[in-house]
């Protein structure tokens, strides 16, 4: 509060240019209110009010007009806002309070020395150098201005921020013993209350209060060893002071889960493909399931919603559908998602597939190029000749196209050249390429369609599931030969043939078979299996390659 003297001058104008100066005196004082509370420092992230009495000692009502101009910085006064109320009508013998709202976040004075004062969080000390200066005027009276430079209200920031707010164990039951932590940084010291809630909607439990008592550092508070005497499912706890953390989710009752085939279609698109997700869930209790998407045009994972699964202990599947990755439509980029895991209602997660298997699942590729792709056959051997297709659409006028391929369990692309994409020929092929150069591989591979070091699309397939490798010949004392090679196969049952070429061009098949089994093996991996093709005539080049019809 300011104190000010204000002096009443009367000017009384006579015929023949005769002025009679009188005067009267009164005390006026300005204040400050925020809140119900008139105590400097006043917050500067709050509106502030200037209480600025005008007192009606004459015998009749008056009509007056206030003009209010303040500032943050007395040392820059040209940084200031001004305000203006007129027709204050005040009855005789009365005081009325006029009132103005000031926020010192208003850009016309968030300026200079005290916006970086106001910005910088680690500057915690009183602000001193506000000042103000009020013009009260009536018809036939001037007062004294009011005004005061001596660094009023005084303003102090209120940071007060919660970071890092954990309980260990997060699992367990009120049998158990819990310790929290949060880290704060704030302007001014505070005690803080740790509280419990055995779940939403009822009311809250002190356990126990700590003082922060470094402001303008960060300081973590601990509270170690605290029982729950409650039953839960799902606790929550938070810290209050004159400011409150959010709540938080923990400790939680045991959930044993497990899931599978997490599935997605198609598995790649246009910004405005709408894309499903599935994934199989046995939990022993009913949880929620969100799906969390990462958007490739910002870089963030969003939440693109929510199931529930109701069934406990008993395998079920859950879907969601009609999810648009991204709102950029100019945006080239992968996609990845994963699966969080929540008690119902709960918006913070106890576990999700990525914590669970350290990474997250691969999802779409998205670009404004619309692509249908296929490769031919689904399935073959390392030799079997595959052909790729791709239909394009794109207001691209022209473009070469080329063919990347990922052998299974690899991860190097190997081009295979290019083709001229327009408008008129958007149908583009590479046919009869195989994985000969990779002869042990066995899986689902990979391709991809790239322009420019751009990836446009990137599709599975095909599958291999017949490899063979060390084909070799062993000569006879008769002059024939017996031919051999290993193979495996994800399949239990396949027959092989021999073929061969003479003259380095032209294959040709022999006719001769023999059958690959991989009789009762338990193991993950296929077993290799060494096939023979006795005494043969000599042939340049043998291949051993699955019968084709």
Excluded at 291 to 299: A, C, E, I, K
């Amino acid at each position: 509060m300011s104190v000010v003297r204000v002096t009443y001058i009367k000017l009384v104008m006579l015929v023949g240019a005769i002025m009679v100066l009188s005067t009267t005196t009164a005390l006026c004082q300005v204040s400050f209110s925020q809140g119900g509370s008139t105590a400097e420092p006043l917050s500067v992230d709050s509106t502030i009010t200037y209480l600025i009495p005008i007192t009606n000692e004459k015998s009749s009502t008056l009509s007056y007009s206030v003009t209010l101009t303040a500032g943050p910085d007395k040392d820059n006064i040209s940084i200031n806002l001004e305000k203006t109320q007129s027709e204050i009508f005040v009855d005789p013998q009365q005081t009325k309070i006029v009132k103005f709202e000031v926020n010192f976040h208003d850009p016309r004075i968030n300026q200079g020395e005290f916006n970086r004062w106001l910005t910088d969080k680690n500057d915690v000390k009183i602000w001193d150098k506000a000042w103000y200066h009020a013009e009260i005027s009536q018809f036939r009276e001037q007062l004294v201005p009011l005004e005061d430079y001596s660094g009023h209200p005084q303003l102090m920031k209120t940071i007060f921020e919660y970071s890092d707010a954990d309980v260990s164990p997060k699992q367990g039951t009120n049998k158990d013993l819990y310790s929290y932590k949060v880290m704060i940084l704030g302007s001014y010291k505070d005690n803080i209350s740790l509280q419990v809630r055995p779940s939403q909607n009822v009311p809250w439990i002190d356990l126990d209060s700590r003082e922060y008592s470094t402001p303008g550092s960060y300081q973590t508070l601990y509270w170690n060893n605290k029982s729950l005497n409650f039953d839960f499912n799902a606790a929550y706890y938070r810290f209050v002071g004159k400011i409150e953390s959010q709540p938080k989710v923990g400790p939680v009752w045991p959930i044993a889960l497990q899931f599978r085939n997490n599935t997605l279609s198609p598995q790649n698109g246009t910004p405005r493909t709408e894309f499903s997700y599935g994934l199989e869930l046995n939990a022993s209790k009913p949880i929620d399931v969100a799906l969390n998407v990462l958007d490739p045009g910002t870089g963030n994972f969003f939440l693109a919603g929510s199931s529930s699964y109701k069934n406990s202990s008993t395998w079920e599947k859950l879907t969601w559908s009609g999810i648009k990755v991204t709102s950029n439509e100019d945006v080239a980029g992968q996609s990845s998602y994963n699966f969080s895991f929540h008690y119902p209602g709960s918006a913070e997660s106890f576990n999700s597939t990525k914590d669970m298997l350290g990474q997250d699942y691969q999802g779409p590729y998205v670009n404004s190029w619309e692509i249908e792709a296929n490769v031919t056959p689904d399935n073959g051997s390392i030799y079997t000749p595959f052909s790729y297709t791709a239909r394009i659409d794109s207001n691209k006028s022209a473009a070469d196209i080329g063919l990347e391929i990922q052998p299974p369990n690899s991860t190097i692309w190997q081009a295979q050249g290019r083709q001229t994409y327009s408008m008129s020929y958007n149908v583009l092929k590479w046919p009869d390429l195989s994985f000969r150069s990779s002869p042990e591989v066995l899986g689902v591979g990979k391709y991809r369609l790239v322009m420019d070091n751009s990836v446009l699309g990137e599709f599975s397939g095909p599958k291999i599931d017949v490899a063979v490798r060390n084909e070799s010949f062993k000569k006879l004392p008769n002059n024939n030969f017996d031919y051999t090679a290993e193979v495996r196969s994800i399949r239990p049952k396949v027959d092989m043939e021999l073929m061969f070429t003479d003259d380095g061009v032209t294959w040709e098949r022999t006719g001769l078979f023999r059958t690959y089994t991989s009789g009762n093996n338990s193991s993950a991996q296929a077993p290799w299996e060494v096939l023979t093709w006795q005494d043969q005539p000599w042939h340049k080049t043998i291949r051993v390659d699955e019968r084709r019809i």
